[in-house]
């Protein structure tokens, strides 16, 4: 089962390269997914990585938060599950308003 895992606070050089190479000293990696501004294509500072295990993910949190990559300090930890983002902030009684 794979685990997906935050990585926050990344330099905006780092790249999906660095980071696989950097996490598959805890265990396989299955995918990384570098944030990239829309419009930019900049990196946002942030990505997910998808560990092969459990145990995987768990020894890479143990390596790997708090280390330090390009002079910053990585936080990593599991991805919590991304919540419903509704109706993009308008709360029912603005949407309503605006719909008018």
Known sequence: ???KL?????SYNTTEADLRTL?????QVDSVALIKDRDTGNSKGFAFVEMNT???AQKAI???NGYNLEDRELKVNLAKPR???GNGGFNEQQSRSYRR
């Open 6 to 10: 935050y990585v926050g606070n990344l």
């Open 62 to 64: 143990s390596m790997l």
């Open 1 to 3: 089962m794979e685990v």
């Open 54 to 56: 459990q145990a995987e």
């Open 23 to 27: 996490f598959a000293k805890a265990g």
């Open 83 to 85: 919540e419903d983002r």
